[in-house]
């Protein structure tokens, strides 16, 4: 291989390696600052959920209304992993 084969090749796994973790920290900050919104989730789990949740059950909500929010899985998931993932960031700070 060329020296000037080789340094484009070097340059080319350089600028992606940055990309990567330039959308790596991106991404990290979003996730912090999501912060606010799984509070949001939590507390919404925690109060009003329930009653949503069965008035769903009881067919009491219109059929074309998005509503992953009230799967039963699907809220509580969510949250585990948000907690999962911001452990796992602390661990390594």
Same mark, same amino acid.
């Given at each position: 291989?060329?020296?000037?084969?080789?340094?484009?090749?070097?340059?080319?796994? $350089?600028?992606?390696?940055?990309?990567?973790?330039?959308?790596?920290?991106?991404?990290?900050?979003? $996730?912090?600052?999501?912060?606010?919104?799984?509070?949001?989730?939590?507390?919404?789990?925690?109060?009003?959920?329930?009653?949503? $949740?069965?008035?769903?059950?009881?067919?009491?909500?219109?059929?074309?209304?998005?509503?992953?929010?009230?799967?039963?899985?699907?809220?509580?998931?969510?949250?585990?992993?948000?907690?999962?993932?911001?452990?796992? $960031?602390?661990?390594?700070?």
């Amino acid at each position: 291989m060329k020296q000037t084969e080789r340094i484009t090749q070097m340059e080319n796994l $350089f600028d992606k390696s940055n990309e990567v973790i330039r959308q790596l920290h991106k991404a990290v900050d979003d $996730f912090y600052a999501l912060q606010p919104v799984i509070s949001e989730l939590e507390d919404y789990y925690k109060t009003n959920w329930h009653a949503d $949740f069965e008035a769903d059950e009881e067919g009491k909500l219109p059929a074309d209304l998005k509503r992953g929010v009230l799967s039963e899985d699907g809220l509580w998931d969510l949250l585990e992993e948000y907690q999962r993932l911001k452990e796992c $960031f602390e661990e390594n700070e």
